[in-house]
Nanobody
């Protein structure tokens, strides 16, 4: 099992920035990818960004491309999401995930508890 704990959510004004972090523990040697998803009120959870654990290859949803950057630190077992130029429509609970599969829109083997991001207009 891999345990994931997110941090860094909060309230920010439109145009501002936030950085989310996710710490992985447990059987982290089995990790081959990590990513971020989000779920807004009344909507289904959606893919945001993904990164391969070894090579660092990234993938982004079109809605965040150019504004969000995913990164990972293999030694520290963390994955981060730098979010710039935030918009009110980015408001959601953001979930860290590990071992994504099946291609877009992706499923994942492990999930964190989520952290709230709220963007005011």
């Amino acid at each position: 099992q891999v345990q994931l704990v997110e941090s860094g959510g909060g309230l920010v004004q439109a145009g501002g920035s936030l950085r989310l972090s996710c710490a992985a523990s447990g059987r982290t040697l089995t990790m081959y990818s990590a990513g971020w998803f989000r779920q807004a009120p009344g909507k289904e959870r959606e893919f945001v960004a993904a990164i391969s654990w070894t090579a660092g290859v990234t993938d982004y949803a079109n809605s965040v491309k150019g504004r969000f950057t995913i990164s990972r630190d293999v030694a520290k077992k963390t994955v981060s999401l730098q979010m710039n130029s935030l918009k009110p429509e980015d408001t959601a609970v953001y979930y860290c995930a590990a071992n994504l599969m099946n291609g877009r829109p992706y499923e994942a083997s492990y999930w964190g508890q989520g952290t709230q991001v709220a963007v005011s207009s």
